[in-house]
């Protein structure tokens, strides 16, 4: 078979499971102004700029991926918006809506969103996905070492100009398990989407450990105190681009992201790339794909770099594993990977 007729009968990328893979999430900078204390390490080796990949580089990693199946881009990081030239990142991608791209995504600590929500609507940016983990400013502080004031003045610039948004919580017992209600109680007074995510053993000091993490039940529990509490009918992930469990709150939509406790892993159809092009094929994936040399030597008029990155992307991929438990449970006695969420982008 010559290579013509090997790159026309290329299939999709699927794992193992049958699960196709729909979603691409590139981290564009591992560097964050924020703090997380579920995320950042407390002495962060930022990547060295020269090592990430160019924008131009990501999107021709970005345009190979949608011609085989990518339907969804996400960017994030580190936090998205301390990368320059990532809105023109954005409107460069509406070009692949012609190949199939249906949507272009972000997810924001949001504390430049100010500045930049009106240009990201204009670059054709779809939605936001932005996280606010309390909304008591002292807590916010301790969370993020930053400010809560500019979070919300960049939530309200997003809704100014129109892009919709999802706020993301991550929970963590003793911590800021008190925000489950007022957290709540925000979401619907301004009308927008929350989504409680179970935390996960990806922080960058791994000091992670089940007693931490604030459980889907938990918060269910919590939110009837105060709310009628209902679940979308067949109690499973949205088959759309969002991964959550749908529950409504007196008839207001609230998500849960529940790795840890009724994982949504059965149907993940996600993939991601680091900003110095380490491809993972799960959050949890003890390994990357290191595809720096093959994305830098992609390019639209290059068939044999791109069907051998086919090749290579086509086989990791088949490998996925089930998802995070049988990682955990294959892994329970091997030291933990160090890869941790500010690098991969959650
Ligand atoms: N800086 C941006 C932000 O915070 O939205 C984008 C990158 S951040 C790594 C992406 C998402 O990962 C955020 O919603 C954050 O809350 C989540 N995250 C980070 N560390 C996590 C952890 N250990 N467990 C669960 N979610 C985590
Ligand atoms: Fe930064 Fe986002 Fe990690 Fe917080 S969760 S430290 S905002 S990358």
Redesign the pocket.
């Known amino acids: 078979m010559n290579m013509m007729t090997e790159l026309k009968t290329e299939a999709k990328f699927a794992d193992q499971f049958g699960r196709s893979k729909r979603k691409l999430r590139i981290s564009v900078t591992d560097r964050?102004n924020?703090?997380?204390v579920?995320?950042?390490p407390e002495h962060p080796e930022w990547m060295k700029k020269h090592d990430l990949l160019s924008f131009e580089e990501l999107y021709h990693f970005c345009d190979f991926m949608v011609r085989r199946g990518i339907e969804f881009i996400r960017i994030t990081?580190?936090?998205p918006l301390m990368r320059q030239g990532v809105v023109h990142f954005v409107a460069q991608l509406q070009e692949l809506k012609k190949l199939g791209l249906k949507r272009i995504s972000m997810t924001t600590?949001a504390h430049y969103l100010k500045q930049y929500a009106q240009a990201l609507k204009q670059a054709g940016l779809d939605d936001l996905n932005i996280?606010l983990d309390s909304v008591d400013a002292d807590q916010f502080k301790q969370l993020?070492q930053k400010d809560l004031a500019p979070v919300l003045e960049g939530i309200r610039a997003a809704q100014a100009v129109g892009l919709p948004i999802k706020i993301n919580t991550v929970l963590m017992n003793g911590m800021n398990d008190d925000q489950i209600l007022p957290l709540a109680r925000w979401s619907v007074k301004q009308k927008i989407s929350l989504r409680f995510i179970e935390f996960m053993p990806l922080d960058g000091d791994r000091k992670w450990s089940t007693e931490h993490v604030v459980s889907e039940q938990q918060i269910l529990d919590t939110l009837a105190t105060e709310f009628a509490v209902t679940s979308q009918a067949n109690d499973s992930p949205q088959s759309n681009s969002d991964p959550a469990r749908q529950y409504f709150i007196d008839g207001h939509p609230i998500g849960m992201i529940s790795t840890i406790t009724n994982s949504f892993c059965g149907t993940c159809d996600r993939v991601r790339l680091t900003a110095q092009g380490e491809f993972y094929n799960c959050l949890f994936a003890p390994q990357g794909l290191n595809l720096k040399t093959e994305i830098k030597a992609l390019t639209a008029s290059a068939p044999l770099s791109q069907a051998s990155l086919y090749r290579t992307l086509f086989n990791y991929i088949w490998s996925k594993e089930s998802g995070y438990h049988a990682i955990e449970q294959r892994l329970k006695n091997q030291p933990s990977r160090k890869i941790s969420?500010?690098m991969i982008g959650?």
Request: proline letters at 0%; hydrophobic letters at 20%; charged letters at 10%.
């Open positions: 964050c924020f703090k997380c579920y995320c950042m990081g580190g936090e600590n996280s993020t969420m500010h959650g």
